[in-house]
């Protein structure tokens, strides 16, 4: 079923100051999975991310979104940073930062306008923050922040989805809320990938796991690779202790 | 009023307005302090381009000495990227050794004209209308205000322009790049246009005060609203407010305009950092008290959701057992009694149906921390509101 290439990762190998982070990395993500990215702190896991979209320079090797570079597929790519990326203080509504994700599709000096304004409402709708539109964004709680950056990426309206720990911070009925949105993405066939650290709901919310330690460890369905043996190799003898942490 | 006060005051106006725009994306980017650098160490372009040019408004000046802003921030992100600094000490470490190299030149070459070391760090407004700009024989106004007037539609244009990119790049720079607007390209846009307005602004008000300009209307600015385009506007006002007030104060105390503005830059600060409705002092004092006054008042709900007994639920129970003094204890039944949430009978108090209700929905939000069903509450209650 799942025949179809979204992205392909071939030899990257990515160095902050010389020092790889990422060593050697080959990735092969199948059209239409719902994949969580695990490995240990300093992993290189959001590096990963950042790397495929560009907005990191590999050292070595490449990336590829369907066939293509990043830079001609932009448009098939959402992506959802880390929620502490960013200075929440910044004067600007819920709505305004949802508009933000309309710009890639406006391109350079166009301004969005009433449909983008429209696509940005329906987004908000769907993660269940439109009575917040107009709210400041450093009045919102962690979890409703992390709703607008999703719904920033779902007016994208992107084949393929990059999150960086879309669970980190947020309350319980916002997890749930996020991945039900995130399985109906699927469902709809598109691509979601996951940088994610709760090991315990991996088979709950995943269907397919990449493991990454530096170097990656293994790749596949969570029914198949998802077992002690990879995790042992992941996060080392103590694997157990970090789950519980 | 004589033309040449007007003409001051027009020119002022415009700096003010030209420095507030970089100035507040270099507040909400936290790089204040590049517009320091940037503003001392554009000096040996500026000497360099004087000696080619030997003339102070030349365009090729302004271009020298914007490279030479760039030249900075790069120089500045080389040594930060090296690991070995800090941003704060590597700026620290660059913007003197270039602004020095201008100082050296000016004492070694330029002692005898017009530019001199004083002129540079606090510039001089009052001459600006002497220097007139003859085209064709015809007086068309003050060289510097046709200079800050260029620099300043440049600017507004490029503002316009590139709004949305300054500030998708500004609030999350992973984002943009992702989206394929490269942050180092707005990075740089942004960088050329503060070295650009601090060349044109020097002249009228010198590099120590430009920074004044830059930072302080935007900071104003900042502590008053939470719309970016507002903020823009707010700190264009505040600019434009203390040039011309500034302007006055000199006039009356017969002292430096560039100083006076700045004297004003920085009182206005000051009263919005006291008085501004929800970020400035006072107001954060005053939340913060209201919370702790709401903090009690939800304690005394619970305790009397708790108990039915009346020894529990007497009036003079609460300084007795809860343990608060008098005054806290009225303040906690006023509020209480205010919000129809307790009604009191023969010294005893009893919670009323709303009062019950919104004991149960704090406790359970205290608990679950759920945000969404307490929105109804956040209007009333400071608790709520993070």
Redesign the interface.
């Known amino acids: 079923m799942e025949n179809k290439i979204a992205v392909q990762v071939d030899d990257l190998t990515v160095a902050y100051n010389y020092k790889p982070v990422l060593w050697d990395i080959d990735l092969e993500i199948p059209e239409g999975v719902l994949m969580a990215i695990v490995g240990p702190n300093g992993a290189g896991k959001s590096t990963l991310i950042k790397s495929i979209l560009g907005i990191l320079k590999p050292i070595a090797g490449s990336v590829s979104i369907y066939g293509k570079p990043y830079d001609m597929q932009r448009s098939l790519v959402a992506y959802v940073p880390q929620k502490g990326s960013v200075d929440w203080d910044f004067p600007t509504t819920a709505l305004d930062v949802v508009m933000m994700g309309t710009y890639g599709s406006l391109g350079w000096i166009k301004r969005p306008g009433q449909k983008e304004k429209k696509a940005a409402l329906e987004a908000l709708e769907k993660v269940g923050m439109l009575p917040f539109k107009n709210r400041q964004i450093s009045q919102l709680s962690g979890g409703q922040q992390q709703r607008i950056f999703l719904a920033r990426a779902l007016v994208q309206n992107a084949s393929i989805y990059f999150m960086d720990e879309p669970f980190q911070g947020v309350d319980a009925t916002t997890e749930i809320a996020i991945i039900n949105i995130l399985k109906e993405l699927r469902k709809a066939g598109k691509t979601v990938v996951v940088v994610h650290h709760d090991l315990q709901t991996v088979p709950e919310y995943f269907d397919w796991v990449t493991f990454l330690n530096v170097k990656k460890i293994a790749t596949g369905p969570v029914k198949d690779i998802f077992n002690d043996d990879n995790l042992t190799k992941t996060y080392g003898i103590n694997y157990k202790v970090s789950i519980q942490e | 009023m004589s033309s040449a006060q007007i003409e001051i005051q027009v020119i002022a106006s415009l700096v003010a307005i030209a420095c507030a725009i970089p100035g507040t994306f270099l507040v909400?980017r936290?790089m204040a302090m590049i517009s320091d650098a940037i503003s001392h160490s554009i000096l040996p372009g500026i000497v360099i381009g004087f000696f080619i040019t030997q003339d102070l408004n030349s365009p090729l000046l302004i271009l020298l000495a914007a490279i030479t802003g760039i030249i900075t921030v790069v120089l500045v992100e080389y040594i930060q990227k090296t690991?070995l600094v800090k941003e704060d000490t590597a700026i620290g470490l660059v913007f003197p050794a270039l602004f020095s190299i201008g100082v050296i030149l000016i004492a070694k070459n330029a002692n005898d004209v017009h530019l001199d070391v004083d002129a540079v760090l606090l510039g001089e407004l009052a001459f600006a209308p002497f220097d007139r700009l003859i085209i064709y024989g015809v007086d068309v106004g003050p060289k510097s205000l046709w200079i800050i007037g260029c620099i300043l539609l440049t600017t507004l244009g490029l503002l316009s322009?590139?709004?949305?990119?300054l500030?998708?790049s500004?609030?999350?720079a992973?984002?943009a790049?992702?989206?394929?607007?490269s942050p180092g390209v707005i990075h740089y846009g942004l960088m050329s246009v503060s070295s650009v307005t601090t060349v044109g602004a020097f002249d009228a008000v010198g590099a120590i005060l430009v920074v004044a300009l830059m930072i302080a209307p935007a900071a104003t600015a900042?502590l008053l609203?939470?719309?970016?385009k507002?903020?823009l506007v707010y700190a264009m006002c505040f600019g434009v407010f203390s040039a011309i007030m500034g302007y006055w104060l000199a006039h009356i105390l017969d002292a430096s305009i560039a100083g006076s503005i700045t004297t004003i830059l920085g009182l206005i600060f000051f009263v919005v950092y006291l008085f501004a409705p929800s970020k400035g002092i006072i107001a954060v004092l005053f939340r913060e008290k209201q919370q702790r006054t709401e903090v009690f008042l939800l304690t005394f709900l619970l305790h009397l959701k708790n108990h039915n007994e009346e020894g529990e639920r007497h009036v003079n129970h609460l300084n007795e057992h809860i343990n608060w003094q008098k005054v806290r204890s009225k303040t906690v039944l006023d509020l209480a009694l205010k919000n129809n949430m307790i009604t009191i009978n023969n010294k005893i108090v009893s919670l009323t149906e709303k009062g019950n209700d919104f004991t149960a929905q704090a406790i359970d939000y205290i608990i679950?921390?759920?945000?969404?069903q307490i929105?109804h509450m956040k209007d009333d209650f400071f608790l709520f509101?993070?």
Do not use: H, Q
């Open positions: 909400l936290k690991g322009a590139f709004f949305k990119e500030k998708v500004t609030f999350d992973g984002l790049a992702s989206l394929g607007f900042y609203t939470t719309n970016l507002r903020m679950t921390n759920e945000d969404t929105e509101r993070g």
